[in-house]
Each structure stands twice: as structure tokens, then as C-alpha cells.
């Protein structure tokens, strides 16, 4: 389990971490979510204690992880695909490791099969593809079986397989008992990956509760109508809850009430209706409103 408390990282002038405070619990995947800059990656440097928090403090398992000798017993981690020897294979680079941590020399080649690099286990990393680095720092991440693992945009340059694999792998870490934690700014690759999502911007909270009870809080529901009468259509359902928002020529979207109502209603004042369809915002819709407020560079901004 990770505890961060009112977590604060300043930099000068500039607070890239405001006063965090939430928990990430074992047997569950939580995505952590915000616009590229909320200070996702700064967080979860301080969870390592690569970064010393200016204030507010955070442990794992109870415990600051500095602390914890032999740290990839405790926690596995990926924040820096890139940030590997490329003159080493990747054998020899999860060997170093393995030596470090006093970890059986036998879970190198374990972990290589794992993530699906054995036979490239002897190559240089530097003639690595992206979704080869990625997969080499997950195989880091499991090396030594640890209850706690963190991945910063684990899913950059994997193939649509690689992708799948590694939600399977997420979903089957947390299955096991462990704390799993994703950080990503993108809500589509969360959405079908977390139970649970923690969305910062600005380096403050803005949401931290299950999937489930973002899609029901933050999406919003309707009915696409078309109709020839859409004047009589607004007569019929606005006395029964319903409100409808134009959506162009002879077409609208309702709101309020479901789309079986919606036809009996057009029924039973004469209305032809030439379209009713269910229609829902997606999660990503939502988050990317949700976090309007906290992007750094807006796409269109002059400045």
C-alpha cells in the first residue's frame, strides 16, 4: 500500500506538487492520471525517495522506501524506458540488478521469458525498439517479485499486442494481492486497464475514486433525436422532466429521460421521430474537461 499525505514539492517559485493526499491499495489497479507537467512523474519520484518532498511525506507498506534496503524486494518500478546502459545486453543489465538487491541470478532469465525478450536477451540494448526498452523495464520492475510496483506511461511504443499483455499483466499483479500503480495522461488507456483512478492537475487532487464512479459522476448521458417536429417533440417530453438541446437541422439531443420513454412520449402526441439513439460522453471526453483548467500548453494558445 502507498500512503502519500499532503505531499508538496516546490521548485523556486514553481509548486509542482500541491498538497497531495491519497491512498493506493493492494488488489486493485489505480491509474494515476493528468495532463502532461500535473506533476505525475515528480510524485512518483518521491514515492522512490529520489525526490525529497519539500513538505508532507509518503511510505509504502508504512515505511519510507528510502529506508528499505534492498529496494526491489519491496518495490518494482518503471519511470524511464530509456534511462538504461545501451552498450549492455539485457541480460547482464538485469543481472546487475540482481546482484544489487541479492536477488537469485535465476530471476533474470525468469523475468526475460516473462516479458516475452528471452531470445533477444543477449542483444544490446541500444539496438532496442521503444516497446522492447518498455518491456526490458517491466522485466526490471518483477525482478524482485515485489508487492509494490509503479510504471510511468508503461504502454509508450508497445505494438496493439504488447498492449493487451501488459493490461493482462497489470489486472493479473493486482489479482495476486499487489499494489499496482499507472501512471499515464491518457484516459482511453486507463479505461481499459485501472479499477480505480486518481487524476491530479497543477499538481493538485481533482479526483481519486473507482472507474465506475468517474464514468457515473463525469459522463453525461442523452438522446440523439431527429424529427421533422422537433418543436413538438420539446412539447411532449419537457412536462415529464425531459430537456432537449438543438443538435443541428431537425435534430436535437434529450436529456432526462431515457430513450423508450422518449419514443412513447413521440407516440402518443403524434410525432415522427427518424432517429432515437442512446448516446454517452466518453470517459476520455470527460477527463480531457475535467482537466481543461490544468494544461499547460493549450493546443490553439497564443502567448
Not at 142 to 165: K, M
Not at 237 to 249: A, F, I, M, Y
Not at 262 to 289: D, Q
Amino acid at each position: 500500500m502507498i500512503e502519500i499525505e499532503r505531499l508538496t514539492k516546490r521548485y523556486g517559485a514553481t509548486t509542482a506538487v500541491d498538497q497531495l493526499t491519497f491512498t493506493v491499495r493492494p488488489g486493485t489497479v489505480t491509474g494515476f492520471l493528468g495532463p502532461n507537467g500535473a506533476g505525475k512523474s515528480t510524485t512518483l519520484r518521491m514515492v522512490l525517495g529520489l525526490n525529497t518532498p519539500t513538505a508532507g511525506g509518503v511510505t509504502v507498506d508504512g515505511v519510507p522506501f528510502a529506508g528499505r534496503p534492498r529496494g526491489l524486494r519491496h518495490v518494482g518500478a518503471l519511470l524511464d524506458a530509456g534511462d538504461v546502459h545501451g552498450g549492455r545486453s539485457a541480460r547482464a543489465h538485469l543481472a546487475a540488478l540482481a546482484r544489487s538487491n541479492r536477488i537469485p541470478p535465476r530471476r533474470v532469465d525468469e523475468v526475460l521469458a516473462e516479458v516475452g525478450l528471452g531470445k533477444a536477451a543477449g542483444r544490446r540494448i541500444g539496438g532496442y525498439s521503444l516497446g522492447m526498452k518498455q518491456r526490458l523495464g517491466i522485466a526490471g520492475a518483477l525482478l524482485g517479485d515485489p508487492p509494490v510496483l509503479l510504471f510511468d506511461e508503461p504502454l509508450n511504443g508497445l505494438d496493439p499486442e504488447g498492449v493487451l499483455w501488459v493490461r493482462g499483466l497489470f489486472r493479473r499483479l493486482a489479482a495476486e494481492g499487489r499494489t499496482v500503480f499507472v501512471s499515464s495522461h491518457m484516459m482511453a488507456e486507463m479505461e481499459h486497464t485501472a479499477d480505480r483512478l486518481v487524476v491530479i492537475g497543477r499538481g493538485r487532487l481533482i479526483a481519486d475514486q473507482s472507474l465506475a464512479e468517474f464514468s457515473a459522476r463525469h459522463t453525461e448521458s442523452g438522446v440523439a433525436v431527429r424529427t421533422p417536429e422537433l418543436a413538438a417533440l420539446v412539447e411532449a417530453v419537457r412536462p415529464e422532466g425531459g430537456d432537449v438541446t438543438p443538435d443541428g437541422p431537425q435534430c436535437g439531443v434529450v436529456t432526462g429521460l431515457p430513450a423508450a420513454r422518449i419514443g412513447e412520449l413521440a407516440r402518443r402526441h403524434g410525432v415522427v421521430l427518424h432517429e432515437l439513439t442512446p448516446r454517452t460522453s466518453s470517459l476520455e471526453a470527460a477527463f480531457m474537461s475535467l482537466t481543461a483548467d490544468s494544461v499547460e500548453y493549450p493546443a490553439g494558445e497564443t502567448r
